[in-house]
């Protein structure tokens, strides 16, 4: 297996999964936005398709970039409430950002064109 699919496939896909069993954990009640993740991750774990994965990728960046503004806003209101916000921002903005740069794996395809040497070209 080639390190480029390690990199761009399973290793998102991986995080996804752990992410949606940590949320999971942490939740009361059973959290149907970490079954979706699971289930959606899950499948693409084993089916390495172009446009599933160039999708998936697609829906999680433009997720990632709302739930960085709903932190935003969450961390005005602990503001506004008289608490600290420290901690709120600083976990929040890293799963963000981890998530974003997943997201990024997955929309890069697989199998890219190698470059053709310069004096090769015609």
Known sequence: MK???LLRHYLPCIYFIALAIAIQIGGAAINFLS????LIFG????FKSEVARMA???????AAIYFSLALA???NDVVSAGKDSTTLVLVGGFFITVTFLMSILLIIPLNLPKRVPLY???
Request: hydrophobic share 55%.
């Open 73 to 75: 806003d969450e961390a």
């Open 43 to 46: 499948t693409l774990l084993f």
């Open 35 to 38: 079954l979706i993740l699971v």
């Open 3 to 5: 390190k480029s699919t």
């Open 120 to 122: 090769n070209r015609r």
């Open 56 to 62: 998936v990728g697609g829906i999680v960046l433009f």
